[in-house]
């Protein structure tokens, strides 16, 4: 059944004390209960006033269960935002990006400044050798890990971004 429902009586409505525009908040937390009851009167696609998605906030916070849970009722893994950013372009977890591709994202999509998620990611890389960089920092680590994984699945690089610019962006 579709959204994990039980029975085949129409879904509850959703409960009060969440809008459906913050509906998101609840994927990016992992609390599955709060969308199983409330996606299946709003869509599996619902987004806030930015295109966000529950897809887009589980990718942002690698919600593997809530991304498993979405896509397996319909969710648009390729769904862009108001930005044109999909859920790749926000995962910021080699998981959630290896989960995303592996069910079909597309490494390839542009947002409306025509980068690729690689391309958006690269821009957030530390260089090794700054001086803001901390061998310590997870994030910078994790973020340095999805960049070799998109890379390694990504196309190659367009004319606007060649690979010479991306081994400098590695490299600085």
Known sequence: MPFGLQSSQPPPPPTGDIEPIHISESAGNGDLETLRTTLPSLGIDHSDENGYTCLHA?????QLEIMRWLIAN???VNVGDT?????LHHAEHVDAAQFLISSGANPAAMNSESKTPLGLK????IPDNHEDYDSDDE??????????YLTSVSPPPSTNLNMATTTTAMEE
């Open 122 to 125: 690269l821009e957030d890389v």
């Open 83 to 87: 930005d044109g950013d999909t859920p």
């Open 139 to 148: 994030e910078q680590n994790e973020l340095k890990r999805l960049v070799s």
């Open 74 to 76: 319909g969710a648009n």
């Open 58 to 62: 589980a990718s942002a916070y690698n």
